[in-house]
């Protein structure tokens, strides 16, 4: 029963059928009782009747009469019996005992009689029921079937006497009267055809005025109202009911009016939106059909609407990426799960024309009518992508001679390192200063440098395989990388750089000799990482340089310093436990109020002998010693320490904390943080930790587990000395980074240099993109503060608001300072 007016039919029907058989099943009752009252009063006056005629008979003495009379009356129609019983319930009138004994109290026989076979004998219930008769009582009997029996007392009257003196008793007897019931349940049985017959009609008749109104009032309105919302289910928003009611139905009727002139405004909404806004939406099922796109959409990808709705948005991917969406969409359809796994994610898209581009596509979830759908919005970054690439290429090259600089040059050798224990084979690194190069700058100018740089970087590549890496690390040193290269090759290319070198410049007129001291550091020989070939290369070329060799390789007892790094090792574990480091702090400056944000903990050494180390004097040495370890937890927890005190103060400043990538790699390291935090009672919000980009791409897997580890804590992490390493900004946005530090070296020069402020600029806006902020370090004037302020840094740091302080010199600067507690 689909059917609203068959339900509620159904139920009026039940409900009137129901009344009928209750109403009219008490109607019935009454009436069939009323019957058989009335044929049981009817018997009664019968029974009571013939008891006087009867008892006529009998005054007379007329005992044969009386028996006559009985029995023409049980032929009487309508009479089953009629019997007049003694007291034992003997029948009377058949035997001559009750003649004899009035015979005998009238002392004459005056009456006479001939006996006769009695025709009935009370038994059993019927003695009970002549026993109720004889106490006075008029006893209806109605157990037998058709059958109403009616036990009538005979009482004893003043004119019995004369005859029966010889009985005291008040009671003579009962007459018992039997008539048929049939009248009776005639009667009950044609007034049931007349009650249930006049009960049908009129629930019948009232339920068919009840429904004709239900139609009129109630079924044909709400079947206008569904047949209403079917054509708003089929898109149709013209659709209007008359209002010509005042009840609730003309209320439903008014409300579904407005409710669709609101769907019309809101659709008309959405449409002006989808239409005006300038990304591109693309609204799927969950089979990855188009169900719906905007313009934008059909101006990005060259097709009109209807050649994409039906149609598969695989169509709109490169070939390279329609495998993993189909997969995402099977996973989907068999568990629930794929296409949102990566809510933003890049792709390839596909033009109608073929032409393929770098997208990135955000995907949301909705559900309608209990089907799932999925918003695309979908961005062209090719122009993102090609300035990201643009910086990272300025990153990872030297701007002048377009040379790898130093990070890649770096990640290039660990590479090599990499190979060539894999490999089992051998690789050379060469570093090279430019001899007299100083004198040519400062005699022709920085311009003419810049010309002897590159033309050096040129003649050195026509030497080279293409396989080699030569760099450029800054000022007139370079490096070349010799994958698969012995010792002696080594030489030999040494030899022709050195050739290519010493070749003549010609320079305003004048020739120049340009000569070069060169390095060897040989894999494995001389060490067996980066770090270890780069160091003996430098002192190789340091060899070469003050003997003049032009060029020379590495030996053990080159290395005149490793007794004096040994001796500083044991002085700086002994440092650790004298109290002889101390930390100093800097102040970082909110270029939003122009206050004080927080501070970097620096640390120094008040060495013995020496006086005060900075941290380039033994964090080398530490390193490579395994002390960084230690010597980091030292700084842990004083910077956590003075925090605290601070706080006590009343001041909420938030301390950062630098980190070896020694650090990095050590598991215990987390673990160790999180004892100290808990240990000093330090709010974790309050703790930043900076690390360096080379620290990062040293291990990159293993580096994203600490650092997350260290993030689920609620410490802070920041990118120290940006653009001075390879960081891929795809790999930043995965790790819990919020803050980076762009390296001095950019910031500085950035006024006089216009590459270094592209530089900072692109930095600042590439950061705030990825929801980063920026700290500017190295901020020594004004100038550079307003210059920060104008391209939208978030906070600078150098020597022109604060130089590293000691506490005590700390708090005064807050005091005094206009970017301490007092705000500029």
Known sequence: MKSLS?????????????????????????????????????????????????????????????????????????????????????????????????????????????????????????????????????????????????????????????????????????????????????????????????????????????????????????????????????????????????????????????????????????????????????????????????????????????????????????????????????????????????????????????????????????????????ICIVRDVTERKEYIDAIEYQALHDALTGLPNRVLLIDRLQQGVRNAKRGQQTLALLLIDLDHFKEVNDTLGHHNGDIILKLSAERMATVLRGSDTVARLGGDEFAVLLPGTDQAHAEQIAEKVRGVLEQPCQLEGHTFYVGASIGIAIYPEHGDDDVMLMQHADVAMYVAKRGKFGHAVYKEEQNHSSLSQLSLMNELRAAIDNEELMLCYQPVIALSTGCISGVEALIRWQHPTKGLLYPDDFIPVSEQTGLIGPLTLWVFERAMSQSCEWSELGLELRVSVNLSARNLHDARFPGQVTELIEAGGVNAERLRLEITESALITDPEYTTSILNNLGAMGVHISIDDFGTGYSSLAYLKQLPIDEIKIDRSFVTSMLEDESDEVIVRSTIDLAHNIGMKVVAEGVEQQALYDKLLSLGCDAVQGFHMGRPMPPAGFLRWLKESPWGLNKK
């Open 6 to 374: 068959t339900r509620i039919a159904v139920v009026i029907s039940s409900i009137l059928i129901g009344l009928l058989l209750t109403v009219g099943s008490s109607v019935e009752h009454q009436l069939t009782q009323s019957i058989k009252s009335e044929d049981i009063a009817q018997t009664k006056t019968h029974a009571r009747t013939m008891l006087a005629s009867l008892q006529t008979l009998m005054l007379n003495g007329q005992g044969v009469l009386a028996r006559e009379w009985l029995e023409r009356m049980r032929r009487e129609p309508g009479i089953v019996s009629i019997d007049v019983l003694r007291q034992d319930g003997a029948e009377a009138f058949t035997d001559t005992s009750t003649i004899e004994a009035v015979n005998r109290f009238l002392q004459q026989p005056r009456f006479s009689r001939q006996p006769v076979a009695p025709s009935h004998q009370a038994e059993g219930q019927e003695l009970a029921q002549i026993s109720r008769a004889l106490a006075g009582n008029v006893v209806v009997d109605e157990r037998q079937a058709a059958q109403l029996v009616i036990y009538m007392p005979i009482k004893a009257q003043l004119e019995c006497l004369v005859c029966h003196g010889y009985d005291d008793s008040q009671m003579r007897g009962v007459l018992k009267l039997a008539v048929s019931t049939a009248g009776a349940s005639e009667k009950i049985h044609a007034m049931r055809l007349n009650l249930w017959g006049m009960s049908t009609l009129v629930v019948v008749i009232l339920a068919l005025v009840l429904l004709f109104a239900l139609r009129q009032s109630v079924f044909r309105p709400i079947a206008s109202l569904r047949d209403a919302l079917w054509k708003v289910g089929r898109g149709d928003r013209n659709v209007k009911l008359p209002v010509h009611r005042q009840d609730e139905l003309g209320e439903l009727s008014a409300v579904f009016n407005r409710m669709q002139q609101q769907l019309s405004a809101t659709e008309a909404r959405i449409g002006a939106v989808m239409n005006s806004v300038v990304e591109t939406i693309i609204v799927i099922d969950d089979h990855g059909l188009i169900e719906q796109v905007n313009p934008a959409a059909e101006k990005l990808f060259g097709y009109r609407e209807i050649e994409l709705i039906g149609q598969s948005v695989a169509m709109l991917m490169s070939l390279n990426f329609r495998p993993e969406h189909e997969r995402a969409i099977e996973q989907y359809l068999a568990e629930g799960v794929g296409l949102q796994s990566e809510r933003n994610r890049e792709s390839e898209c596909l033009r109608k024309d073929g032409s393929v581009f770098p997208a990135e596509i955000t995907i949301s979830e909705m559900y309608v009518d209990d089907h799932c759908r999925f």
